[in-house]
Nanobody
C-alpha cells in the first residue's frame, strides 16, 4: 500500500533553513507528481509546492516562492523540500502528498516551528 514518511522538521530561528524529506513506497514513485502541503493551527491545509513525476516542472505558493525549493530523487523514491529564509508564519505541520487513482494519500506530517 502507499506509504509516505516525512522527516526533517524541527525548531529553527527566523532566517534559518530546514530540509524536509519524504520517503515513498507502495507505488511507482517515478510515475507520479508529488506535493508538499502544510497546515498551521486553526488554518486549512494549503499547497506549498509541487513537482512533476520527472522533476522537470515545479510550482510554488506565492508565500514561499523564492525561499523554498522542491526536488526529488526517483532512484531513492524521495521528495525533498528545502526551506530557506524561514519566517514565523511558516510554522506548521508539513505533509507529503500523492494523488493516485483519484485518491489523496498523506504522510503523518513533520512539525516545523520557526521561533526565536
Amino acid at each position: 500500500q502507499v506509504q509516505l514518511v516525512e522527516s526533517g522538521g524541527g525548531l529553527v530561528q527566523p532566517g534559518g533553513s530546514l530540509r524536509l524529506s519524504c520517503a515513498a513506497s507502495g507505488f511507482t514513485f517515478s510515475s507520479y507528481a508529488m506535493r508538499w502541503y502544510r497546515q498551521a493551527p486553526e488554518k486549512e491545509r494549503e499547497l506549498v509546492a509541487a513537482i512533476t513525476n520527472a522533476g522537470g516542472s515545479t510550482n510554488y505558493a506565492d508565500t514561499v516562492k523564492g525561499r523554498f525549493t522542491i526536488s526529488r530523487d526517483n532512484a531513492k523514491n524521495t521528495v525533498y523540500l528545502q526551506m530557506n529564509s524561514l519566517k514565523p508564519e511558516d510554522t506548521a505541520v508539513y505533509y507529503c502528498n500523492v494523488i493516485k487513482d483519484m485518491r489523496f494519500y498523506w504522510g503523518q506530517g513533520t512539525q516545523v516551528t520557526v521561533s526565536s
